[in-house]
T-cell receptor
Framework: NAGVTQTPKFQVLKTGQSMTLQCAQD?????MSWYRQDPGMGLRLIHY???????DQGEVPNGYNVSRSTTEDFPLRLLSAAPSQTSVYFC???????????????FGSGTQLSVL | AQKVTQAQTEISVVEKEDVTLDCVYE???????LFWYKQPPSGELVFLIR??????QNEISGRYSWNFQKSTSSFNFTITASQVVDSAVYFC????????????FGTGTRLQVFP
């Protein structure tokens, strides 16, 4: 099993550029989410999805868009990159047979993004 | 509001020492889940344990053990006879299942185990 696959692993952007971080999982997981990891801040939830066609905001959604057209894919779009978005981004998924069961998260290997 | 505090930013030990990583949480809900994740140098977070708020039994898994105390809102993690491979950043996390299944992470504790 590939698990959760994130691409690219590294990316450098200039301020104002847009890009999409890709996330795909092959475990038929309903729940997918994006976190960003910053020094001294832990991981903070950006957006999440409980199933295809359903997305919602997390703790730090500003400057990011998501969509969930398929169960497998959950791309994260930076509309106009800013230096404050320099971070490591993690995609995660879990199998949620029933809402509230909080199954364990499977994480991707992360994308290190630098915005100059 | 929910909050997870990991007051220990960094801990250094010598191999074979026991080490405890502290986790204190805040929540107004009576039903919640607590987690520990390990982030080795490779970067990927690895699930270690999930504990339901109604289950206060301590858990042991090999050299790892967890002490859950609702009275002090703590969910501490102990590694017995630490090894170099235990070197990683460890995150404690809290979720409230009746809301949105979001995880609230602590800031992490970096553990360095020296040979």
């Amino acid at each position: 099993n590939a698990g959760v696959t994130q691409t690219p692993k590294f990316q450098v952007l200039k301020t104002g550029q847009s890009m999409t971080l890709q996330c795909a999982q092959d475990m038929n997981h309903e729940y997918m989410s994006w976190y960003r990891q910053d020094p001294g801040m832990g991981l903070r939830l950006i957006h999440y999805s409980v199933g295809a066609g359903i997305t919602d905001q997390g703790e730090v959604p500003n400057g990011y868009n998501v969509s969930r057209s398929t169960t497998e894919d959950f791309p994260l779009r930076l509309l106009s990159a800013a230096p404050s978005q320099t971070s490591v981004y993690f995609c995660a998924s879990s199998y949620e047979p029933n809402p509230g069961t909080n199954e364990k998260l499977f994480f991707g290997s992360g994308t290190q993004l630098s915005v100059l | 509001a929910q909050k997870v505090t990991q007051a220990q930013t960094e801990i250094s030990v010598v191999e074979k020492e026991d080490v405890t990583l502290d986790c204190v949480y805040e929540t107004r809900d009576t039903t919640y889940y607590l987690f520990w994740y390990k982030q080795p140098p490779s970067g990927e977070l690895v699930f270690l344990i999930r504990r339901n708020s109604f289950d206060e039994q301590n858990e042991i898994s090999g050299r790892y053990s967890w002490n859950f105390q609702k009275s002090t809102s703590s969910f501490n993690f102990t590694i017995t006879a630490s090894q170099v491979v235990d070197s990683a950043v460890y995150f404690c996390a809290l979720s409230e299942p009746y809301n949105t299944d979001k995880l609230i992470f602590g800031t992490g504790t970096r553990l360095q185990v020296f040979p």
